[in-house]
Each structure stands twice: as C-alpha cells, then as structure tokens.
C-alpha cells in the first residue's frame, strides 16, 4: 500500500510539471492544427491524382492493365482512409483545445456583453420616454395656442377702445337740438360754483 501511494503521488507531481501552461497549449494547437492542414491537402491532392490515374488506365489506354488498375485503386482507397483520419484528428484537436477554463471565460465575456447591450437598452428606453413626455407636452401647448391668441386679441382690441375716447365719441350720435334753452339764474349759479366763477349779480325783485 505505501508503494502505491507513493508512485500515485510521484505520478501526480511528474504529470503537473508536465502539463502545458495556458499560452503553451494555444501554441501547441496551432502549430498541430497547421500540420493537420498540410496534411489534410496533402490527402484531397493524393485522392485527386489517384482518381485521375485510375481514369487514365481504364479510359485512355488501348489495352487495360489489371494489375496497375488495381494497384491504382488500393493507392485510391488509403488516400481516402488517410483524409478521413486526418479530418477526424482535426476535430478531436479542436475539441481538446476548447477546455473548460477557456469556455468559462468566453461564458463571461458573453455575459459581460450582454449586460452592456442590456443597460444600453435602458439607457435608450428612459430617453425615448423622456422625447415622448416633452412631445405629449408640446402637442398641448399647441392646442392651447387658439384660445390664447383669441384672448390676447380681444384684450388688445378692448383696450384700444378705452384708450381712445375721442374715436368712442365721434362714433356716438349727437342729439340735434331744436331750440336753445334759457339757463335759469339757478342753474347758473350752480355752474359758476361748478367751474369756480363769480356768480352773475343778481337782479333784484320788486315788490308790487
């Protein structure tokens, strides 16, 4: 039992030191995925030249040779085999290089993005709010304007004819009197205390 746990531990520590750091295994994946594309042309090219080979054999040739028709074929079918291989060793490598702290990550970049576009949308919601309160404020105004400029200008018009007596008097209709009255000493006199004048002397009455 101690042997066991003791090389479980030493196979522990030589596997951490072993491990690839984060930036190591993202030049490591690059450089694996560029040999995998080389790879993979070098295959598609291997299958293309063999199906032309295999054509050339059977179709332009006045006598058909089994054996390299054959032959043709095999190369044909391990080209095939190898771009199959090659495709799948391209999808395991770009499974392995998505780990679980690089899709934490990227979990929180999104999140982090959404709750910008999030707040944006608020932002732009409370300002649309505020256009349409000061738009409804101003369709009121504007319905209220008929009344005040009728008020204004009755106001205006008004108040012209009380500045302007002249223009009410000459507009009145001046009575046309036949005859001119004799003022009575009474009236008189009470005109005179009117105006401040002297009152006319009075003539005296003699007794009969």
Not at 63 to 82: C, D, E, G, T, W
């Amino acid at each position: 039992m101690m042997g066991a746990g003791c090389t479980a531990l030493l196979v522990a520590v030589v596997s951490r030191k072993m491990e690839l750091s984060r930036a190591e295994k993202h030049v490591h994946n690059f450089m694996m995925d560029t040999q995998l594309t080389k790879r993979l042309k070098n295959s598609a090219a291997n299958v293309l030249r063999e199906t032309w080979l295999i054509y050339k054999h059977t179709k332009l040739v006045k006598r058909v040779n089994p054996s390299r028709v054959r032959a043709h074929q095999r190369k044909f079918l391990l080209a095939i085999y190898a771009l199959r291989k090659v495709k799948m060793d391209q999808r395991k490598l770009m499974d392995n290089a998505n780990t679980i702290t690089d899709m934490a990550k990227t979990q929180n970049t999104v999140y982090e993005i959404v709750s910008d576009l999030s707040g944006r949308q608020d932002h732009l919601e409370d300002r649309l709010s505020t256009i349409e309160d000061k738009l409804v404020g101003m369709g009121e105004v504007l319905d209220g304007l008929p009344d005040l400029l009728t008020k204004l200008l009755g106001r205006s018009s008004s108040g012209g004819n009380l500045l302007r007596p002249e223009s009410a008097a000459l507009s009145s209709p001046m009575p046309h009197s036949k005859s001119v009255p004799t003022p009575s000493p009474v009236g008189s006199t009470g005109l005179s205390k009117t105006l401040g004048l002297p009152a006319p002397p009075s003539t005296p009455r003699t007794s009969s």
